[in-house]
């Protein structure tokens, strides 16, 4: 079955350092999201992205953050600078094309930010 | 803005037995979509049931069902004949009706761990 998957599993990196977190959705899909968990909070939405640009972001996607899919298979989410209060799961979700439809969601990529 | 408010953080149940998680809303939609996702220890999210706010009757996929007040903002998961496989965390979230890129911002709460006992 077609999964969402996503790398690193964990990393751990100096507070200011960039962070390139990766995805590769479902094949077929046509929307892509990211989405993060502060340990002991709620899953968040950060970004979605369709026809190749940014169709929604939330008040956390600021300056620091970017995505891009540079090849039609990956999407990354690109943090800058790092802060410590960016040490949270990131997880990338991918949807086909249907209203109100089901998110598929990678297992996610843990970051931690020292 | 939208909330979503799951008021157990953790719950337990025998195997074979019933068990129901409770979430509440706050939407000004009037169209929307309310979803049940399953997050597996060390595993990814799968959404377990899908409810649609215009459609009166509750979904249900197997042994899994919801309770869907719409005009009490409630949306209750009940998991029939518990199975060890279905410890999880379990997040219910919204999702307001959109088009094209402006759907998928989905809203969590902040999830019902589930352990199922032997």
């Known amino acids: 079955e077609p999964e969402v998957t996503q790398t690193p599993s964990h990393q751990v990196t100096q507070m200011g350092q960039e962070v390139i977190l990766r995805c590769v959705p479902i094949s077929n899909h046509l929307y892509f999201y990211w989405y993060r968990q502060i340990l002991g909070q709620k899953v968040e939405f950060l970004v979605s992205?369709?026809?190749?640009?940014?169709?929604?972001k939330s008040e956390i996607f600021d300056d620091q953050f970017s995505v891009e899919r540079p090849d039609g298979s990956n999407f990354t989410l690109k943090i800058r600078s790092t802060k410590l209060e960016d040490s949270a799961m990131y997880f990338c979700?991918?949807?086909?094309?249907?209203?109100?439809?089901?998110?598929?969601f990678g297992e996610g990529s843990r970051l931690t930010v020292l | 803005a939208q909330t979503v408010t799951q008021s157990q953080p953790e719950m337990s149940v025998q195997e074979a037995e019933t068990v129901t998680l409770s979430c509440t809303y706050d939407t000004s939609e009037n169209n929307y979509y309310l979803f049940w996702y399953k997050q597996p220890p060390s595993r990814q999210m799968i959404l377990v049931i899908r409810?649609?706010?215009?459609?009166?009757q509750n979904a249900t996929e197997n042994r899994f069902s919801v309770n869907f007040q719409k005009a009490a903002k409630s949306f209750s998961l009940k998991i029939s004949d518990s199975q060890l496989g279905d410890t999880a965390m379990y997040f219910c979230a919204f999702m307001k009706h959109g088009y094209g890129g402006s759907q998928g911002n989905l809203i969590f709460g902040k999830g019902t761990k589930l352990s199922v006992k032997p």
């Open positions: 979700a991918s949807m086909l094309a249907e209203v109100g439809g089901e998110l598929f």
């Open positions: 992205f369709y026809n190749n640009e940014i169709s929604e």
């Open positions: 409810q649609e706010a215009y459609k009166q």
